[in-house]
């Protein structure tokens, strides 16, 4: 007998969904987590303030070089002295890159994984993005639509919270909102005079997954309404922002069906080719390593994109000697990530003597995809959204100096207002962009390093030329001075934080690893439901897709377990 009904690897975004749907529906689950437990009361540091940090919260040089360049390279803002223990040390966790290939991996091995770091920006997939890999002849056909997801979306929106406004765009359909954070006058003023010059193109506020009016249910969690403090990458205490630490594994815990096991490194998956089904998941301790196997009917895999593709890879048996669920050869190949490039800054004039009230959270505004949608002129494939805001400069970032009360008083005075964005573009998957096992080099715990092999096409690099472009001519048309873009560089593979696609979903077991109720197509006890299974990446933020689809697959798999097809 099964030592649970299900085990989920990973405690993340969409492990932590996975975890309680399952729970919910009677199922005795075990979560595999590869890294230390997370308290809040002992490890969030959102109440601390900088003077009361070494270094006034800042991480020393020497350190960085040493354990954090990977990582403070791609998130220097988040990366801390009182946060640095949610970032994972690059030379305990080393990964290789091919020839040509320079690639971000940045991480979080702990309760709720990165879920803790995100930046909450919360969107969901429009009709378009689920067809247009089969309107174009790219890569395979995706083998859902968005009408199957829609239920899916509104249930975990409800959970989760999500703040924003009804804007009835078909290529970027409404949430279940919570009331939003609402536009600066500067941004508003952007808004008008953009939305105005542009036929098609629409400013509005992001979308956040903040709470602003608690519901009952979340209020049982413990959770409440956002601070507006801005302290939001040091953990949150009120547990406003939505992790799988603040929300969804509480409420799987609460069923009482709830197991989770830290420091539990999976090294892979046990696989018996007469049932045609994974028995168990082999692990190693990440302290001690000691090596243990546990046992269950069915197994979920949520621990990312790379993550996921690489434990399949190092399942190899008889039956499968390219790795679990690997028949297609796709396992690890189609990452994909968002791209960006330069972003473009400009001063809003006639807002000196404004300033805000407390420090909204991470977001502002979000201008929605309008390439090859309202705008059919493009020389590129599919499109971008940009994500930005305005924020007054005042005398702030050491442009003054000084000591005491006129230093403090003179930082605190309105100034002009900066007004910035960022395009986060949509990568088309390519077979040839994959993560493999190194050959020869192993981890500590005798694990394989990941092998990335992955560039940019050309589609992806004039995107982001022409993205350039456009918010230059928005910044004209809404009367910003001093315009500036940043380096034209593309971000770096991996850098965005939204890998997937290693595990795609598909209508063909020959050319897919999942079906679409993200179920392995070569075996039926497996489900996989964090980024792995995207068939493309959309230009949207995705992790509310990544727990839409968890909760369906949940319901799904539960489903089978009860008829006993499984």
Same mark, same amino acid.
């Given at each position: 007998?099964?030592?649970?009904?299900?085990?989920?690897?990973?405690?993340?975004?969409?492990?932590?969904?996975?975890?309680?749907?399952?729970? /919910?529906?009677?199922?005795? @689950?075990?979560?595999?987590?590869?890294?230390?437990?997370?308290?809040?009361?002992?490890?969030?540091?959102?109440?601390? =303030?900088?003077?009361?940090?070494? *270094?006034?919260?800042?991480?020393?040089?020497?350190?960085?070089?040493?354990?954090?360049?990977?990582?403070?390279?791609?998130?220097?803002?988040?990366?801390?002295?009182?946060? !640095?223990?949610?970032?994972?040390?690059?030379?305990?966790?080393?990964?290789?890159?091919?020839?040509?290939?320079?690639?971000?991996?940045?991480?979080?091995?702990?309760?709720?994984?990165?879920?803790?770091?995100?930046?909450?920006?919360?969107?969901?997939?429009?009709?378009?993005?689920?067809?247009?890999? !089969?309107?174009?002849?790219?890569?395979?056909?995706?083998?859902?639509?968005?009408?199957?997801?829609?239920?899916?979306?509104? #249930?975990?929106?409800?959970?989760?919270?999500?703040?924003?406004?009804?804007?009835?765009?078909?290529?970027?359909?409404?949430?279940?909102?919570?009331?939003?954070?609402?536009? =600066?006058?500067?941004?508003?003023?952007?808004?008008?005079?953009?939305?105005?010059?542009?036929?098609?193109? #629409?400013?509005?506020?992001?979308?956040?997954?903040?709470?602003?009016?608690?519901?009952?249910?979340?209020?049982?969690?413990?959770?409440?309404?956002?601070?507006?403090?801005?302290?939001?990458?040091?953990?949150? =205490?009120?547990?406003?922002?939505?992790?799988? &630490?603040?929300?969804?594994?509480?409420?799987?815990?609460?069923?009482? *069906?709830?197991?989770?096991?830290?420091?539990?490194?999976?090294?892979?998956?046990?696989?018996?080719?007469?049932?045609?089904? @994974?028995?168990?998941?082999?692990?190693?301790?990440?302290? =001690?390593?000691?090596?243990?196997?546990?046992?269950?009917?069915?197994?979920?895999?949520?621990?990312?994109?790379?993550?996921?593709?690489?434990?399949?890879?190092?399942?190899?048996?008889?039956?499968?000697?390219?790795?679990?669920?690997?028949?297609?050869?796709?396992?690890?190949?189609?990452?994909?990530?968002?791209?960006?490039?330069?972003?473009?800054?400009?001063?809003?004039?006639?807002?000196?003597? #404004?300033?805000?009230?407390?420090?909204?959270?991470?977001?502002?505004?979000?201008?929605?995809?309008?390439?090859? @949608?309202?705008?059919?002129?493009?020389?590129?494939?599919?499109?971008?959204?940009?994500?930005?805001?305005?924020?007054?400069?005042?005398?702030?970032?050491?442009?003054?100096?000084?000591?005491?009360?006129?230093?403090?008083?003179?930082?605190?005075?309105?100034?002009?207002?900066?007004?910035?964005?960022?395009?986060?573009?949509?990568?088309?998957?390519?077979?040839?962009?994959?993560?493999?096992?190194?050959?020869? !080099?192993?981890?500590?715990?005798?694990?394989? &390093?990941?092998?990335?092999?992955?560039?940019?096409? /050309?589609?992806?690099?004039?995107?982001?030329?022409?993205?350039?472009?456009?918010? @230059?001519?928005?910044?004209?048309?809404?009367?910003?001075?001093?315009?500036?873009?940043?380096?034209?560089?593309?971000? #770096?593979?991996?850098?965005?934080?939204?890998?997937?696609?290693?595990?795609?979903?598909?209508?063909?077991?020959?050319?897919?690893?999942?079906?679409?109720?993200?179920?392995?197509?070569?075996?039926?006890?497996?489900?996989?439901?964090?980024?792995?299974?995207?068939?493309?990446?959309?230009?949207?933020?995705?992790?509310?897709?990544?727990?839409?689809?968890?909760?369906?697959?949940?319901?799904?798999?539960?489903?089978?377990?009860?008829?006993?097809?499984?």
């Amino acid at each position: 007998m099964a030592d649970f009904d299900a085990i989920v690897v990973g405690s993340g975004m969409s492990g932590g969904m996975s975890a309680k749907e399952l729970t /919910e529906r009677g199922l005795k @689950v075990l979560v595999l987590e590869r890294g230390p437990e997370i308290v809040p009361e002992r490890d969030y540091t959102d109440q601390l =303030t900088p003077w009361q940090t070494p *270094n006034f919260d800042n991480v020393p040089q020497d350190e960085i070089k040493q354990h954090y360049p990977k990582q403070y390279g791609g998130v220097a803002y988040a990366i801390k002295e009182s946060t !640095k223990h949610f970032w994972v040390r690059d030379d305990e966790h080393p990964y290789e890159e091919a020839e040509g290939t320079s690639y971000d991996w940045l991480r979080g091995y702990h309760t709720a994984g990165r879920s803790i770091m995100w930046s909450r920006q919360t969107y969901r997939l429009g009709p378009q993005d689920f067809t247009a890999n !089969k309107e174009e002849g790219v890569a395979v056909d995706w083998p859902v639509r968005y009408e199957d997801i829609v239920p899916w979306y509104e #249930k975990v929106e409800t959970f989760v919270g999500v703040a924003g406004t009804e804007e009835s765009l078909e290529q970027l359909p409404d949430s279940v909102f919570q009331p939003a954070f609402a536009l =600066t006058d500067a941004e508003t003023e952007f808004k008008q005079k953009v939305e105005t010059t542009f036929n098609g193109r #629409k400013i509005i506020p992001a979308r956040i997954a903040h709470l602003t009016d608690a519901t009952e249910e979340q209020r049982s969690l413990g959770r409440t309404n956002c601070q507006a403090r801005n302290r939001c990458h040091h953990g949150c =205490t009120f547990k406003a922002y939505f992790s799988s &630490l603040n929300a969804t594994l509480p409420a799987a815990e609460r069923t009482g *069906n709830l197991t989770m096991v830290h420091n539990a490194i999976v090294q892979g998956l046990d696989y018996d080719a007469v049932s045609n089904r @994974v028995t168990g998941v082999r692990v190693v301790d990440a302290e =001690t390593n000691e090596r243990r196997t546990y046992t269950s009917r069915i197994v979920f895999l949520n621990a990312s994109a790379i993550a996921s593709a690489m434990i399949l890879l190092q399942s190899k048996s008889e039956a499968f000697p390219n790795g679990l669920a690997n028949r297609s050869d796709q396992v690890g190949r189609n990452l994909m990530d968002h791209v960006s490039s330069a972003g473009v800054a400009g001063i809003m004039n006639g807002f000196n003597d #404004k300033t805000t009230f407390g420090r909204r959270p991470s977001g502002g505004i979000y201008i929605p995809r309008y390439a090859n @949608v309202t705008e059919n002129d493009k020389p590129y494939r599919r499109g971008f959204g940009f994500q930005g805001g305005a924020r007054p400069l005042g005398n702030a970032g050491g442009q003054i100096a000084g000591i005491g009360r006129e230093f403090k008083e003179a930082h605190r005075r309105p100034g002009p207002w900066r007004m910035s964005v960022l395009a986060f573009g949509e990568q088309l998957p390519n077979p040839d962009n994959r993560v493999t096992l190194h050959p020869s !080099k192993r981890d500590r715990w005798g694990n394989p &390093l990941a092998l990335f092999n992955v560039t940019y096409s /050309e589609n992806e690099r004039i995107m982001q030329e022409e993205a350039v472009k456009d918010a @230059v001519a928005m910044f004209q048309a809404a009367g910003c001075i001093n315009i500036t873009t940043s380096n034209a560089n593309l971000s #770096k593979p991996g850098n965005r934080i939204h890998e997937m696609g290693t595990a795609r979903m598909g209508r063909d077991p020959e050319t897919s690893v999942l079906n679409g109720w993200c179920q392995a197509h070569d075996v039926p006890n497996l489900f996989i439901t964090d980024g792995a299974f995207m068939t493309s990446s959309a230009c949207q933020n995705p992790s509310l897709t990544y727990m839409a689809f968890s909760a369906r697959a949940a319901d799904y798999a539960t489903g089978l377990l009860s008829t006993g097809a499984l």
